[in-house]
């Protein structure tokens, strides 16, 4: 009845490829207390892509190289103020705003604009089914093969660089995954998906892991339940499957808070 | 003590000092007298439909500037500083209203001079729809009796502040009254023998069109041109299409086609455009196309679709 249509099944399959990888960057992103780099990264996509209407160059490329910039700008920001990592995402995302709204002022044709930023998880063409699909196989083969590597760099960059960890490499590795990732999954199903995907499942995931392991693994199942269960109501209910999907799971988050009443770790 | 309440009243005057100056500055704003210095009235237009309605009656008696550009959606545009600036100095103002421009009031009020501000659309009847919570849809000059009323209403108010040109605006009226009625007869009976009657659209903004016309809309998204939609309302939509056999999905120009893209795949039917009239873009302009141009192609539009 639900998967009879195909534009339910594109989302079902894109919904659950980036419920899988999204909690894996969101846990790295979490530990490092860079919750909004979703967002951060999200706005600046937008500036790329009026950058790449106004200059003439594909926008969805523009999109992804403003993606990568902001990204490493963040990595740069937070080194300069060690302390004060949000503030890297504060000034980044502030950035985007502020440049996709002057920039979006010389766009001529707001159509084409706004065909770059109407993502919305059930209206997915074959050619982002395609670019989500491997975005899902590079983000999970490199978590998968660097998963010591990585899980050293969330929790504590000097003692990975004691344990010969590459960090500089892996750094680079893991910001640039999350730039593609964050470009492509915004174009496609909306930033909004994305900022809150990154986050809740990692915070709910909190509450009930007690290893890095175990709280990677039940993000990740959370992250599915929420977006499966999501878009299930907004379809027999007739809601915005955007909000449907960040609302269950925040619905989801205050529950096992109530139940759980402890904090993580 | 004493000490304590001398700094606060120097803060005190401080602040006075810094209001007068302020205010001062506002007052300096306000004294703006306008009147063009080649004689001609410059009027400002909100969106396509009602520069081109303006300009075909006001000729080369005005010069007429659209406030929205070629290729841009209306429905997204807000006024920017410099619009500001230009409308302090402009002798006339024509929009439709009906909630065609949201930002129409906070303007007006913010507005300095004396400008003659023109609801085109005054005197149309207005189809309220339940169903969207009160939203009317104000794209009333789909039917061409009521943009006869908005160019008769635009025509009226230019004969009012130019009485000397009084003639010339009501021929240019009369010319084009018969234009909009010949229209009129055109769509009735062509659309009247249409063989189906159902239109499926990408925004809800083709209730005058389908009301005048005998035809019915079935829209995917909300009045909003960009509004995300919810899978059931497009799997509504794609049932809707297979039970009576829609082999085209319209969308507009200046929106993005992505769902109307979506529900034609799953049920294997055509996309084409259905035009508003709410703009158009560069090519469109330059090839000369106006309000009776592209209500023509819709027609041609709905005859291939519908037939």
Known sequence: MLLQYDFMRKAFIVGILLAIIIPCIGMIVVLRRLSMTGDALSHMSLAGVALGLVIGINPVLGATLACIIAAFGIEFIRKRFNHYADMAIAIIMSTGVGLAGVLSGFVSNTSNFNSFLFGSIVAITNFELVMVILISVIVMLTFVLLYKELMYLAFDENSARLSKVPVKAINFIFTLLTALTVSIASRTVGALIISSLMVIPTACAMQYGKSYKQTLIYSIVFAVIFTVIGLTLSYYKGLKPGGTIVLTSVVFLLITLAVKGRKPN | ?307
């Open chain 2, 1 to 307: 003590m004493i000490k304590y309440v001398s700094k606060k009243m120097n803060k005190g005057y401080g602040l006075l000092i810094f209001l007068g100056v302020l205010l001062a500055m506002l007052g300096g704003c306000a004294s703006n007298d306008k009147k063009q210095e080649d004689g001609k009235l410059k009027i400002y237009t909100s969106f396509y439909t009602m520069y081109d309605f303006t300009s075909k009656i006001a000729g080369d008696k005005a010069e007429v500037v659209n406030l929205v550009e070629n290729g841009t959606e209306p429905h997204d545009w807000e006024p920017s500083t410099t619009d500001m600036t230009k409308l302090e100095e402009a002798d006339m103002l024509v929009y439709n209203g009906a909630g065609m421009e949201h930002w129409i009031e906070q303007v007006t009020s913010s507005l300095e001079n004396n400008i003659v501000l023109v609801e085109a659309s005054n005197g149309v009847e207005l189809i309220s729809d339940e169903l969207s919570q009160g939203n009317s849809d104000p794209h009333v000059w789909l039917d061409a009796k009521n943009a006869k009323i908005e160019m008769e209403n635009i025509k009226n108010a230019l004969v009012k502040i130019d009485e000397e040109n009084a003639q010339y605006y009501e021929s240019n009226y009369e010319k084009y009254a018969t234009m909009f009625d010949e229209l009129d007869s055109e769509l009735t009976n062509r659309l009247g023998a249409l063989k189906s009657k159902n239109i499926i659209v990408s925004h809800e903004a083709f209730s005058y069109l389908c009301k005048a016309y005998g035809l019915t809309q079935v829209s995917i998204g909300d009045l909003e041109a960009d509004a995300e939609p919810d899978a059931n309302r497009i799997a509504q939509i794609v049932e809707f299409a297979k039970t009576n056999q829609v082999k085209t999905i319209f969308f507009e120009e200046l929106v993005s086609p992505k769902v109307a893209n979506v529900i034609a795949n799953e049920v294997g039917a055509d996309t084409a455009v259905l035009n508003p009239v709410e703009g158009l873009t560069e090519d469109q302009m330059d090839a000369g196309e106006d309000y009776f141009s592209i209500m023509r192609s819709n027609m041609d539009a709905l005859e291939k679709a519908l037939n």
